[in-house]
């Protein structure tokens, strides 16, 4: 349904009088779920004004996608689409290259059921090697909000790692840098130097091997990798950052969960990836007094603790 404004007036009272409404809710409503546009433009703002001449579009959300995505996922709304990356898979092209990349599937299939009115912005990236959660955006504003707002999301990963860290939990902090043969390594503070911090807690403990929760305080390239390898346990799987075994041809780090705050909203929201099939072989029952276990996904993750829920998004 399209409108074309007569006279100035804020966008609650175009629908308000265009839709014969009653009260203010539904009008609010179509606001807050991004049904209305202005010019093309999303618009959630009720006090946003429009001038004489624009044009008003009222959309109704596909809820019968054509599709299947050929992904899993964890959230979807109006503003953000939240999915499980597979291990394998660059998350968006680098320079000079044009292959298949998780932003493009989500872009596909974003577009496809929305019928070509919304596209899937990239907020963060995964390694290649690296499963799990994974942000997007569904528009410019949305994708600059959640940048804006990174540093108050909460970023879990799970990585099995070689041997054990002398400490049971800690701080990683260093200044990462990349060498020409493009693997990043920490060293002091200098010019093209990123500061990088982790936390770290071992969750259980396997002959040779330990399950480790790593939460990030920054964000950079490689980071867990270095981290880990810092401390003599690198990734199982990670030959490049040290890594003496590699089971299953891949490396054992998976993007667990992340909660953030929703741009228009301001809910707190978490999502929760299950720990992958193939990474399921290489976790044993926990010994004796070590950590209980938890379940991930309808799977059960030896070591996690106390707190952590089923996957899928929860509010509070």
């Known amino acids: 349904m399209k409108i074309t404004a007569t006279e100035q007036m804020p966008i609650l009272a175009l629908l308000l009088k265009s839709l014969r409404l009653s009260s203010t809710t539904k009008a609010r409503k179509l606001l807050k779920h991004g049904f209305v546009q202005i010019d093309g433009q999303m618009v959630v703002r009720a006090d946003e004004m429009i001038e004489a001449g624009q044009v008003v579009e009222i959309i109704k959300k596909n809820t019968h996608p054509r599709t299947k995505p050929p992904f899993e996922i964890l959230y979807d709304d109006q503003y953000v689409l939240i999915a499980v990356k597979p291990a394998g898979i660059l998350s968006v092209n680098r320079e000079n290259e044009n292959s298949k990349t998780f932003h493009k599937l989500v872009n596909a299939y974003v577009r496809e059921i929305s019928e070509g009115r919304e596209r899937a912005f990239l907020v963060h990236r995964l390694d290649r090697e690296v499963s ?5 955006a569904k528009s410019l504003d949305i994708q600059k909000r ?6 108050n999301n909460d970023k879990l990963y799970y990585a099995l790692v070689e041997g054990t860290p002398k400490q049971k939990e800690g701080k990683i902090e260093s200044w990462l840098a990349e060498n020409s043969a493009l693997k990043v390594y920490s060293t002091t503070e200098g010019p093209n130097t ?10 259980s403990q396997m002959p040779g091997f ?17 981290h880990l390898s810092d401390l003599g346990c690198p990734i199982v799987g990670d030959v490049k950052y040290g890594a003496k075994s590699d089971p299953i041809g891949r490396i054992a780090l998976h993007a667990f969960r992340f ?4 741009p228009v909203s301001g809910e707190r929201v978490t999502v929760e990836a299950p720990w992958p099939k193939e990474l399921e072989g290489l976790i044993k029952r926990p010994r004796t007094g070590s950590a209980p276990a938890v379940e991930v996904g309808g799977r059960h993750l030896p070591g996690a603790g106390r707190g952590y829920q089923r996957y899928g998004a929860k509010r509070r």
């Not at 799990?132 to 997007?136: A, K, P, S």
């Not at 500061?195 to 770290?200: C, G, L, R, T």
């Not at 909660?259 to 929703?262: D, P, R, S």
């Open 132 to 136: 799990g959660v994974m942000i997007f």
């Open 210 to 226: 330990s399950l480790v929760e790593v939460r990030l305080e920054t964000g950079r390239k490689n980071q867990i990798r270095v």
């Open 194 to 203: 990123k500061h990088a911090i982790s936390h770290y807690r071992v969750l």
């Open 146 to 151: 959640l940048e804006d707002d990174w540093r």
């Open 259 to 262: 909660a953030f705050n929703h």
